[in-house]
Structures are given as C-alpha cells and as structure tokens.
C-alpha cells in the first residue's frame, strides 16, 4: 500500500485531536508524528459548534481546549515541533451572533470556519436522494454554496475549510467531475475570500473520502489565484491518527501549481507565511 502520509512539509493546518466528539487521537499522538515525518508545524482545530444537539456544542470548554493544547506546546516545541492553538467553528448565519461573541471573548492563533452536514441538513443521510431528485446543480449545492460564501464575506475567520465539502454528501447522485464542470458555482465563493482576505484552505480529506480529490480541486485553487487570492493553507483534516499529514503533498502541489510561494497561518491582521519549502522542525520564530 502507498504511504500517502507525507514527510518532509512545513505545515499540517487542520488535525482533531480527542477533544473533538469524533476523534480518539491524543495530541502527543499527533505531535510524534510530526516529529517522526518532519512535519514542522502543526495546527490543532478542534470542533466547536453552536447549534444546540450538534456534536460539538459545549462538548468541552475553551479553558480545557487551550490548556492542553499551549501544555503540548511547551513538551514539543524544543523537539521541533510547533504546535498552534487553533479551532474549527461551524459556521451557520443563524449563530452568526453567537460566533462573533465567541471570537470577542476567546483567542485563538488560528481561525477555521467551515460548513458542515448535520441530521437537518438536505444533505443528511437518506434526505439527499429525495433532495437532489429533479433538481439542477444550482439547485442542489445552493444552500451549502450559500451558506460559504456568508461564512467567507462575515470576516470572522482566518481560512475557510473544505469550501466544496458538499461533494462527500451528493455523491453518487452528484459526481466531482459535473463539479468540475461548473466552474462557475465557486466564483462568489471565491471572490467573497478575495474581497474579505480570507484564507482559502486546501483539505486533503477528500482524496480518502467517495470524492477522491482535494476539497477544492485543483482547478478551483489556481482559480483562486486568478482571482487575486493571497492567502491559502493546506490541512490533513486528520480525526485519526492514521490520517496525519495523509494527502498532504498533493495538497501542496495544488498550491504550487496555482502559483503561490507560501502558506499562511494566523489572523489577517497578523499572518505568517511558511514557505511551502520551509525546512521541516526548524525550532523558533519563522519569518512574517
């Protein structure tokens, strides 16, 4: 079997370590990996939700979350390993209120905002047969597309993840490839992280998952670029131990080839950029 997780990269932005409902990996388990694979920096983005009945909602606190993540900074951080205090919110324009107060009262060294599929979605189990029955593409993706491209223009975070997550949902009914076909669906998306300055993320998740590709593509990151995006990140989405850094090398090909030079990480009111040929466990500050 390929080993496809990687070495030798400066950056997995995107890991859930036992304080996310569902993920059973310990952050040392995350933070020996890296060490071992000569991954030099790694964000931890536990989930956090805030629709009442939803896996993460007040699944643990952010006092527990930031102790144990800043404590595994300190063990590591001589080793060579990095280690940034960082969150996955979900992001839902009902809560919108709720997420702002959270972000006003909480600090975080990384910021993700994601859409996800929970039991009231379309998208929920045996709901999307019957949903996406006589429904054009449009259609179909809309109240997910939508719900991104607010997500990116609220400003509230740092990178967008898994922008077309979608894609895991709708399949077999939707494939990637009638994805890939319209382009044009990712354009408000994409200019909304353009106008805002967020970042896009390039979740390598997908090519272990029904979709077999980045979430997004290939194509849609260098549109990205085209469309002036400056800020871009790569993440593993690793929920198991066997998921670390899984995929990322592709992930940061799309990168390369889209044109950038860099990976950010951190607020867009203070980035730092990792060259996405950084040296691997390079112990200190890297440059801004």
Do not use: C
Request: charged share 25%; hydrophobic share 40%.
């Amino acid at each position: 079997m390929i080993d496809r997780q990687a070495r030798d990269l400066p950056l997995d932005a995107h890991l859930h370590t036992n304080l996310s409902p569902d993920s059973d990996v310990p952050i040392d388990v995350f933070a020996e990996q890296a060490l071992e694979r000569g991954i030099g920096e790694i964000a931890i983005t536990d989930h956090v939700d805030f629709e009442p009945g939803t896996p993460a909602y007040a699944a643990t606190t952010f006092a527990q979350r930031e102790r144990v993540v800043r404590e595994a900074a300190e063990r590591w951080g001589p080793r060579g390993v990095v280690i940034r205090f960082g969150v996955e919110l979900t992001y839902d324009r009902r809560y919108e209120a709720d997420l702002r107060e959270h972000l006003h009262h909480h600090a975080y060294d990384f910021v993700i905002g994601s859409v996800h599929v929970y039991r009231t979605s379309p998208y929920a189990g045996e709901r999307v047969a019957a949903f996406v029955a006589g429904r054009s593409l449009p259609e179909i993706v809309a109240p997910y597309f939508d719900e991104v491209e607010a997500a990116a223009r609220s400003g509230l975070f740092d990178a967008i993840g898994h922008l077309d997550f979608v894609k895991r949902y709708v399949h077999p009914h939707v494939t990637p490839a009638a994805f890939a076909a319209a382009p044009e669906l990712y354009e408000p998306i994409l200019r909304a992280l353009v106008d805002s300055g967020t970042a896009l993320e390039v979740n390598t998740s997908g090519l272990r998952q029904v979709a077999d590709e980045t979430y997004p593509s290939a194509a849609v990151v260098a549109r990205f670029r085209e469309l002036g995006g400056e800020r871009v990140t790569v993440g593993s989405d690793a929920h198991r131990a066997t998921s670390f850094a899984w995929g990322l090398a592709d992930g940061y090909d799309h990168v390369r080839a889209a044109g950038f030079n860099a990976l950010t990480i951190g607020h867009t009111d203070h980035t730092e950029r990792i060259g996405l040929d950084a040296e691997p466990n390079a112990v200190g500050p890297r440059s801004l």
